[in-house]
């Protein structure tokens, strides 16, 4: 059987990387036997010089129209959108007449389309081409949701029927684990934190839901009260307004930007870091609190969207905006090893039931029951 995996060009998207790399290898582990073939649209102004708006209409033309129409030719038994993004995908595949999946992971722009608007150069065509590749998903023979949440909003926003979508849950890479003691000191040491300072952590990026002003003003709150904190950020760098109330609370000191890691130092920090802090109004999914929780380290989560049916009962569950339940939770955690130990042991355990390997097979299956309804009623 030919599958064939369409996903985002490399380096367009660090988390659909991730997403494709997993399912393409785990698929490729589950059904050895099957011809798994990827496919993605060049880019073609990349390295070259030119200006913004040249570039943006090679971008488009490229996206939307080069690369779609070639893959009219290509010959599979599957394909698979690994990307809700490219959804449009799906008119462009009708004629092939065989099964169409599309992995959606949220709907933050549809939800919250002002956040969307801040980050995009022309807000009016990027929400535009995101809104008509959401409704060519929706024509999809199947609907693979990252999370119940997702899939909740999938039905509640686009109007799908329930029967097409199929949560899948994402998986944690098995090179997430907890590190020595000793390995996780010298980090440490390097960074000059010593042992009795708290350190909070963040992974990811900096879109406003992500909330990163909040973790600021909770490290403010706790440095006043003389409290041993400080703070790592890991992925994108603070905004402006965020290094504005950095100098403001006088909290340089207590404030550390990692930059961008690779997996093997991201483990370190996940291994040196006392809390992970996740206070997002909206995710997803949330995949960076699985891979600390795997590394051993306590995790403090929103109680909102999908981090309560990520975490379970493994994690301290707060109102994203609670700056004073934060803070208690913080000092819970650092204070009473009973509590911290509880945290770890209950985090692993949860980490260990998200394997890309279970997320690959329940995926096959899904490729398998359209083919096999393909087969019977002759329709796809």
Same mark, same amino acid.
């Given at each position: 059987?030919?599958?064939?995996?369409?996903?985002?060009?490399?380096?367009?998207?660090?988390?659909?990387?991730?997403?494709?790399?997993?399912?393409?290898?785990?698929?490729?582990?589950?059904?050895?036997?099957?011809?798994?073939?990827?496919?993605?649209?060049?880019?073609?102004?990349?390295?070259?010089?030119?200006?913004?708006?040249?570039?943006?209409?090679?971008?488009?033309?490229?996206?939307?129209?080069?690369?779609?129409?070639?893959?009219?030719?290509?010959?599979?038994?599957?394909?698979?959108?690994?990307?809700?993004?490219?959804?449009?995908?799906?008119?462009?595949?009708?004629?092939?007449?065989?099964?169409?999946?599309?992995?959606?992971?949220?709907?933050?722009?549809?939800?919250?389309?002002?956040?969307?608007?801040?980050?995009?150069?022309?807000?009016?065509?990027?929400?535009?081409?995101?809104?008509?590749?959401?409704?060519?998903?929706?024509?999809?023979?199947?609907?693979?949701?990252?999370?119940?949440?997702?899939?909740?909003?999938?039905?509640?926003?686009?109007?799908?029927?329930?029967?097409?979508?199929?949560?899948?849950?994402?998986?944690?890479?098995?090179?997430?684990?907890?590190?020595?003691?000793?390995?996780?000191?010298?980090?440490?040491?390097?960074?000059?934190?010593?042992?009795?300072?708290?350190?909070?952590?963040?992974? =990811?990026?900096?879109?406003?839901?992500?909330? %990163?002003?909040?973790?600021?003003? *909770?490290?403010?709150? &706790?440095? @006043? /009260? $003389?409290?041993?904190?400080?703070?790592?950020?890991?992925?994108?760098?603070?905004?402006?307004?965020?290094?504005?109330?950095?100098?403001?609370?006088?909290?340089?000191?207590?404030?550390?930007?990692?930059?961008?890691?690779?997996?093997?130092?991201?483990?370190?920090?996940?291994?040196?870091?006392?809390?992970?802090?996740?206070?997002?109004?909206?995710?997803?999914?949330?995949?960076?609190?699985?891979?600390?929780?795997?590394?051993?380290?306590?995790?403090?989560?929103?109680?909102?969207?999908?981090?309560?049916?990520?975490?379970?009962?493994?994690?301290?569950?707060?109102?994203?905006?609670?700056?004073? =339940?934060?803070?208690?939770?913080?000092?819970? %955690?650092?204070?009473?090893?009973? *509590?911290?130990?509880? &945290?770890? @042991? /209950? $985090?692993?355990?949860?980490?260990?039931?998200?394997?890309?390997?279970?997320?690959?097979?329940?995926?096959?299956?899904?490729?398998?029951?359209?083919?096999?309804?393909?087969?019977?009623?002759?329709?796809?």
């Amino acid at each position: 059987m030919r599958i064939t995996i369409l996903r985002r060009s490399p380096g367009v998207s660090f988390s659909m990387d991730v997403y494709a790399d997993a399912v393409v290898e785990g698929l490729r582990a589950v059904r050895p036997n099957w011809e798994i073939v990827e496919n993605f649209p060049d880019n073609p102004v990349q390295g070259k010089r030119t200006n913004s708006l040249l570039k943006g209409i090679q971008k488009y033309h490229q996206r939307y129209w080069q690369y779609p129409k070639g893959l009219q030719n290509c010959e599979s038994d599957i394909f698979h959108i690994i990307d809700h993004s490219d959804g449009y995908l799906v008119n462009w595949l009708k004629t092939a007449q065989v099964p169409v999946v599309v992995t959606c992971h949220d709907l933050i722009n549809l939800v919250h389309p002002e956040l969307f608007r801040d980050r995009a150069l022309m807000p009016w065509l990027s929400l535009a081409t995101w809104k008509y590749s959401l409704r060519s998903m929706c024509e999809a023979h199947r609907i693979v949701s990252v999370s119940d949440y997702t899939a909740q909003d999938i039905i509640k926003y686009l109007d799908v029927g329930a029967t097409k979508i199929q949560t899948v849950p994402n998986g944690v890479d098995d090179i997430f684990q907890a590190i020595t003691s000793q390995a996780e000191g010298h980090f440490r040491q390097d960074l000059n934190i010593p042992a009795e300072t708290c350190c909070l952590l963040n992974v =990811g990026s900096n879109n406003p839901r992500k909330n %990163i002003i909040t973790i600021l003003k *909770v490290v403010a709150q &706790l440095q @006043t /009260k $003389g409290f041993p904190i400080h703070f790592w950020k890991a992925g994108d760098d603070f905004t402006h307004d965020q290094k504005k109330f950095i100098a403001e609370h006088q909290l340089d000191g207590r404030i550390s930007y990692l930059g961008k890691p690779d997996k093997e130092t991201l483990i370190k920090i996940y291994n040196a870091a006392d809390i992970l802090v996740a206070p997002s109004t909206y995710e997803g999914f949330g995949i960076t609190v699985l891979e600390a929780m795997a590394c051993g380290l306590p995790v403090i989560a929103s109680n909102v969207t999908s981090l309560p049916e990520v975490v379970d009962d493994a994690a301290i569950l707060v109102e994203p905006l609670d700056i004073n =339940g934060i803070a208690k939770s913080v000092e819970a %955690i650092f204070k009473d090893p009973d *509590v911290k130990r509880e &945290l770890i @042991t /209950k $985090g692993t355990t949860r980490a260990a039931k998200f394997t890309w390997k279970n997320t690959a097979e329940q995926i096959a299956q899904i490729y398998e029951s359209l083919l096999a309804s393909a087969a019977e009623t002759n329709i796809a």
